[in-house]
């Protein structure tokens, strides 16, 4: 139930992990012997190698969606082939889109 519901947030929303697809690093969708409760939020951890959810894809026929990839602070990624924006800063920009209607529909 996790693993649907972070797909259908990325795919959805176009993003990749919280922050960034570096987030998948320590998770144990890369391999990761070290269980995380979230989704392995980490930093500081320099060049390695991640793979990540076919839901970080935005061009699912690339062969790079397939294997594992080098990450280096979500800079090394290929826009083109990943999303690499955090989904938490697009929630907050999704919430900041549509505040006045939020608004609107709790005064209703």
Partial sequence: AMITYW???????????????????????????HPV?????????????????????RDTASTLCYSSVQVKD???LDPA???TQGCAEKIIQVLDDHLIYLACAGLG
């Avoid at 947030?9 to 320590?26: I, M």
């Fill in 37 to 57: 409760k979230e989704i392995g939020i980490v930093s500081g951890y320099g060049d390695q190698s991640v793979t990540l959810p076919r839901s970080c894809c």
């Fill in 7 to 33: 797909d259908n947030l990325q795919l959805g929303l176009s993003c990749c992990g919280s922050s960034g697809p570096v987030d998948w690093a320590e998770s144990l969708h890369s391999g990761s012997l």
């Fill in 81 to 83: 082939v990943f999303f």
């Fill in 74 to 76: 979500d800079i090394s």
